[in-house]
């Protein structure tokens, strides 16, 4: 159940209210917490390698420079001394590095409810729903276009799991809504469905102000008190190679100047619209999030940002993207150790190319998902319900990657390696010896409810026992799983006036006719 | 296809004829190499945490002492200098200590055919095939007990991927075979249906001997070439907690005398045979590997040796075992850590608690596999076809693990990770510039069929193209290939003189009656 949920009936019962409901709790799953990732990233480059893909990063920017598609982020780079010709922006190395010494190594953001808030940066690490595919797949329906009901479907389980931090992109495109006023119906039910940190696109001024406007309200917040630190965020996308378009800087430049959250994630398919070597595509990504990072800092000195990669690989015979490879997860590493370099948050995904939940999805989601630890990441886009290299979101997926992502934060626990005399137990080896057994034993006894991660999904019995309760795999548990969730899902409380006034902002800017569509 | 094939095939065609071959192979598979793991493994102990787990280990050696079933490896410790009572010995940390010091840090095992050679040790990283489980499973015939035709398939299958080094333990248990010859059967199909290190076990020591013959008779060996280095190994599994029985410190005495391997692998399930906190389980299991290896560097200063880790966890709710589960990682990375500091090469597992090859039979197998890789493990055992916690092994999970095994080879290699400047390839990137395309480009076009790990079952191609060729989930596609494979099997060649040396053998150790069955 979500904290939520808890946090109502712990008013009733107190913790052994709390305890008696465990019971009849769809799953048993792990309380809210921002996992801090206690490992050394793992390092492919040595420190010439970091600094030779840094050197390339600066003569793209310097030499060969970058297309901003935005006349406004033009004349300020103009006007900050950059070389600019045309749309061709060209920044040297000196201004980069100082634009960068503006940006925060770590930030905070505090959604509606403050007991949600996430810090980006340092050790921590956030996980984000699955993001902005046009498609949704269950079991039971097969894949078919997004829509406003199964947009709301994941949005419930968003909120519900404990091991989702964010509501990022909209899970799916509900494209059964017009796209004026699709921001307002979607934002609407982040803001309400859920009460995590929010994303708004940068598709046009009228959505991202209309965003900022709708978390302000459901936060029952004065504008002063809005701009005074981050409380939502967006992600921006390059155009690889070497194009920044209109609406992601313009959106970017919005959020930058009242000090939110900008996220800057090229995507660079190795062998498409990056090098087909790894380095020369985490050179290219990494120079073009530079070029807007820089850009935002001089705008507002100290805004928070972010580098996002999302460097992969396609397959050389049919073009298709590929997503978990080894040269992912090598990428994704080098990445992190140049963010570290500049000193920034970094984020990464959880991503697969499989079509369905099975086997091929998990070692592709399992191996993005270890790659984020290993570099380091602070904030994992699509953890949890992405399939067909971002073209599906799965409800059955989503359960399933909760479960790896569970675990992910148990592995953070430094409970699961501490040394502690207790830990090392040499008087319950004594006291047991030799041929005896642990069950019984006063340490085993004192520590067995939390001495190991639970799972939720995954099934442990032995064939037999599994076989007898129907031979169910793992997809089916998933979707039975999602169903329950679903079918017992509370939304979080929201102040009656906070909704008032989002429900009549809503209802003005759809009178308005919402945004224009011709972006 | 195998190695083998290629070597025979390329007398006929040389190198055009391989290429020409290529289309009409089951898979395209990676070639035959030995992973060097280039990361830093991954440490969650720091330096005062390694000494603690080493201090405890010394300290359950000392003060609680081991059981030894074996009289005359008691004997053998009394006359060392131990402390011996009954069967309990105790070993100070001096004399451990001086025993480690004879082990070499690495060793090479060189099979039949001397191109199949493995390191053990160092950097270095090899396969093994699922060993032991007493049951098969697979999408046709379900669960089923073990029997002889099964056990083929499975050797077909670990001679044919590449990615798979070494022919473990018997990848199911032939139960249609009478337990007196079994080992004489498994092994004359193992020697020549692969041409794999093989492995032996210590049941007893007709068979122990019967297999050092065995393999000595199929590399047309003389005792001397044979005991000069080694040829083939034992895995031995204390009876934890504390206590090692009979026939695997007999098997271990007797390979270890005449140079051969031994890997020592204590069970120590968290909360049922050791302490339910992880550390302290390490620290037992490590003192139960390293008093077996004591007394075989006591027996033969140097022989080869290392240290196997099965640490896991039980579901406290059912006390079944887990498997690739968060403190399943950290027990492993912990006895990475120790058996460095021990200076011995180490061995850990691919395992999962999954009953079936699905999702979650792809997480699990997924973390461990990366545990495997970040503690520094230099030999995974059951690392292709494990299921249910090793009670079955599965065609369709072979297959699927080699997929994963594949991409830990690849991710091994330098070239995911490399900086010269054609990997940085500024001038591509220049050529290409702001919007183009990379497909085209000389830099890719020079790089494109080697650039990327290449699949061969997992399916890359969008939903639709999936869908439209029979929507095929990643076990029905496994199955099929492995049906293909075992279609297409061709045994590795053997000098005639060799096998019929080796088929007299067999055939009078039948006649002599086999091994004795009341051990």
Chains 1, 2 share one sequence.
Not at 504 to 511: D, G, L, N, T
Request: proline content about 6%; aromatic content about 8%; charged content about 20%.
């Amino acid at each position: 159940m979500s904290d939520d949920h808890s946090r109502k009936r712990s008013r009733a019962g107190g913790r052994a209210g709390n305890k008696a409901r465990a019971g009849s709790a769809v799953i048993d799953q792990m309380p809210w917490r921002i996992p801090v990732n206690p490992d050394r990233p793992v390092e492919p480059l040595d420190a010439d390698g970091v600094q030779r893909v840094h050197r390339t990063a600066m003569r793209i920017l310097s030499e060969l420079g970058i297309e901003m598609l935005n006349p406004e982020a033009v004349a300020i780079l103009k006007q900050a001394g950059c070389k600019v010709s045309g749309t061709n922006v060209k920044m040297d190395e000196d201004f980069v590095m100082e634009m960068l010494g503006h940006a925060p190594a770590q930030f905070t953001i505090t959604p509606r409810n403050p007991a949600r808030e996430v810090i980006i940066g340092g050790k921590h690490m956030v996980f984000v729903n699955v993001s902005s595919p046009p498609n949704a797949w269950d079991l039971e329906r097969g894949k078919r276009s997004g829509d406003f009901e199964t947009f709301k479907e994941f949005m419930k389980l968003t909120q519900y799991f404990n091991c989702i931090h964010i509501a990022g992109g909209y899970p799916v495109e509900p494209i059964d809504i017009h796209p004026s006023i699709r921001h307002l119906d979607c934002l609407f039910e982040k803001l309400t469905l859920t009460d995590k940190v929010v994303h708004a696109y940068s598709l046009g001024a009228e959505r991202v102000e209309d965003v900022m406007e709708m978390t302000r309200l459901a936060g029952g917040l004065s504008h002063a008190e809005f701009d005074a630190q981050p409380r939502m965020y967006t992600n921006i996308n390059s155009v690889s190679p070497l194009k920044h378009d209109y609406p992601m800087l313009d959106g970017a430049m919005r959020l930058a100047r009242r000090g939110q959250p900008v996220v800057v994630t090229p995507f660079t398919l190795a062998g498409a619209m990056a090098p087909v070597t790894m380095a020369g595509a985490v050179a290219l990504s990494l120079a073009e999030a530079l070029s807007a990072i820089a850009l935002l800092q001089y705008i507002k000195p100290g805004c928070p940002v972010a580098i996002g990669t999302f460097t992969s690989n396609v397959d050389m015979k049919s073009g298709a993207p590929a997503f978990g490879t080894p040269e992912y997860m090598r990428a994704t590493q080098m990445t992190g150790q140049l963010v570290r370099f500049y000193g920034l948050p970094m984020r990464s995904s959880g991503v697969c190319a499989a079509n369905v939940p099975d086997g091929q999805s998990m070692w592709e989601t399992s191996n993005s998902l270890w790659a984020a630890v290993q570099s380091g990441t602070n904030m994992v886009y699509h953890a949890a319900g992405w399939l067909e290299g971002g073209l599906i979101a799965s409800p059955e997926k989503f359960v399933m990657d909760c479960e790896v992502l569970q675990m992910i934060q148990r592995y953070c626990e430094t409970q699961t390696f501490a040394t502690s005399d207790d830990d090392l137990a040499f008087d319950a080896i004594r006291e047991v010896g030799p041929g005896g057994h642990y069950f019984g034993c006063q340490h085993t006894q004192d520590r067995y409810s939390t001495a190991f991660y639970a799972p939720f999904v995954s099934d442990w019995r032995n064939y037999e026992a599994w076989q007898q309760d129907g031979a169910v795999w793992t997809s089916e548990r998933a979707h039975r799983l999602y169903k329950q969730i679903l079918a017992e899902f509370e939304a979080p409380e929201m102040p009656g006036d906070h909704l008032e006034e989002l429900t009549r902002f809503v209802a003005r800017r759809k009178q308005e006719g919402g945004a224009p569509t011709d972006f």
